[in-house]
């Protein structure tokens, strides 16, 4: 079964922390790995990683994949309270509906003043 | 442009109603898809279509119903509601291949009583 799991579940910081949250996956025919931010709302998207090793970076957000060991990690430096939301992964699979997302539980991740 | 208009975005039903989500994208993506977010759950897949008059069951299909008559709408109709269905759903859109994820609609929030 395709398996999905992110940790911590949740974590709280103060404003300028550096956090690092975790995604693994357990899924057959991987294609690639998704994370977003969702505040309330609609999630909204972050990276797309497709291939190992490759850094991804937007501001102070980043992230990379690890096609080896099964893993991503999203990286948030001099964290602010705008950060404040759950973050989700989501991986896609190859063959069939290429698009389907499978999602894990979710981050939350809560910045204090 | 719109992106992706869920309407309505707050719903109470009683046990037993039937009623339909609407969802409608601007944007001639393909692939359309309907997720319910339940705390702890993360988002699962409900039912998606990769086309107009192309539909297939997700992971949490039971009690549920689609069509896609065109590529811009995508309803969700529950049949009989249970409180089970108590639940935020969201509507999603893509292209077939899609490099920037998902655009997600606000969701709708869904209670049975």
């Known amino acids: 079964e395709d398996k999905v799991v992110q940790s911590p579940l949740s974590l709280v910081v103060h404003e300028g922390d550096t956090v690092t949250l975790n995604c693994s996956y357990e899924v057959t025919n991987f294609r690639s790995l998704l994370w977003y931010k969702q505040e309330k709302k609609a999630p909204t998207f972050l990276f797309m990683l497709t291939s190992s090793g490759i850094e991804k970076k937007s501001g102070r957000l980043s992230s990379i994949l690890d096609k080896k060991e099964l893993f991503s990690i999203l990286n948030i430096t001099a964290t602010q309270t705008g950060d404040s939301a759950v973050y989700l992964c989501?991986?896609?699979?190859?063959?069939?509906?290429?698009?389907?997302?499978?999602f894990g539980t979710g981050t939350l991740l809560a910045v204090q003043p | 442009n719109a992106g992706v208009t869920q309407t309505p975005k707050f719903q109470v039903l009683k046990t037993g109603q039937s009623m339909t989500l609407q969802c409608a994208q601007d944007?001639?993506?393909?692939?359309m898809s309907w997720y319910r977010q339940d705390p702890g759950m993360g988002l699962r897949l409900i039912h998606y279509?990769?086309?107009?008059?192309?539909?297939d069951q997700g992971e949490v299909p039971n009690g549920y119903n689609v069509s896609r008559s065109t590529t811009e709408d995508f309803p969700l109709r529950l049949l009989s509601a249970a409180p089970s269905q108590t639940s935020v759903y969201f509507c999603?859109?893509?292209?077939?291949?899609?490099?920037?994820?998902?655009?997600f609609g606000s969701g709708t929030r869904l209670t049975v009583v």
């Open positions: 279509s990769v086309g107009a008059g192309i539909t």
């Open positions: 944007m001639n993506h393909e692939y």
């Open positions: 989501a991986v896609t699979k190859d063959g069939g509906a290429t698009n389907k997302l499978i």
């Open positions: 999603a859109s893509s292209t077939g291949y899609s490099y920037y994820g998902y655009t």
